[in-house]
T-cell receptor, first 114, second 111 residues
């Protein structure tokens, strides 16, 4: 595997379900990010992790719970979601948490909440 | 609050027909402006970073330029494989590493 991988690629869940999204980066990077991409809206940063420590929570509802066990893996735990949470969830990584580094994105998980 | 506005929302070109995409921004202090390309069903792919007004960068048929208020992505003699959504993002000085994205321009190049 190379780059940034995300599983599952598609997920359909009910409002009472609990599920998790997984992201893995094979680039040796130290910073990882979760983004939400909704139709007709800009990409929206959710969480930032640097060396496994959360450095930013962009006012995300508590029904989204991130976990970063090491610099290569990032999870997004989901529970009691709402239909408006349906979106493409993108994971990204960068070498350092520094302004000049490009971010490398995974292919995303397309989430549908019924 | 930092803001990014991209225009047009959608652009349809014939193969070989050159054009430009616009990214207007307001930011407290620009640290960097980023251009990404996103294909359907995929994550964004990095194209360029511009740091200061007057800077230009090129890659194949794409050329990005930057002024104090906006950035342009010029596409010269586009091909159908250039069809994608092009995203612009800014990052400000001030401690946060947050990228603020625009909504993107969906480019379609017809053969």
């Amino acid at each position: 595997e190379t780059g940034v991988t995300q599983t599952p690629r598609h997920l359909v869940m009910g409002m009472t379900n609990k599920k998790s999204l997984k992201c893995e980066q094979h680039l040796g990077h130290n910073a990882m990010y979760w983004y939400k991409q909704s139709a007709k809206k800009p990409l929206e940063l959710m969480f930032v992790y640097n060396f496994k420590e959360q450095t930013e929570n962009n006012s995300v509802p508590s029904r989204f719970s991130p976990e970063c066990p090491n610099s290569s893996h990032l999870f997004l735990h989901l529970h009691t979601l709402q239909p408006e949470d349906s979106a493409l969830y993108l994971c990204a990584s960068s070498p350092w948490l520094a302004g000049y580094d490009e971010q490398f994105f995974g292919p995303g998980t397309r989430l549908t909440v019924l | 609050e930092d803001q990014v506005t991209q225009s047009p929302e959608a652009l349809r070109l014939q193969e070989g027909e050159s054009s430009s995409l616009n990214c207007s921004y307001t930011v407290s202090g620009l640290r960097g402006l980023f251009w990404y390309r996103q294909d359907p069903g995929k994550g964004p792919e990095f194209l360029f970073t511009l740091y200061s007004a007057g800077e230009e960068k090129e890659k194949e048929r794409l050329k990005a330029t930057l002024t104090k208020k906006e950035s342009f992505l010029h596409i010269t003699a586009p091909k159908p494989e250039d069809s994608a959504t092009y995203l612009c993002a800014v990052q400000a000085w001030g401690g946060s590493e947050k990228l603020v994205f625009g909504k993107g321009t969906k480019l379609t190049v017809n053969p």
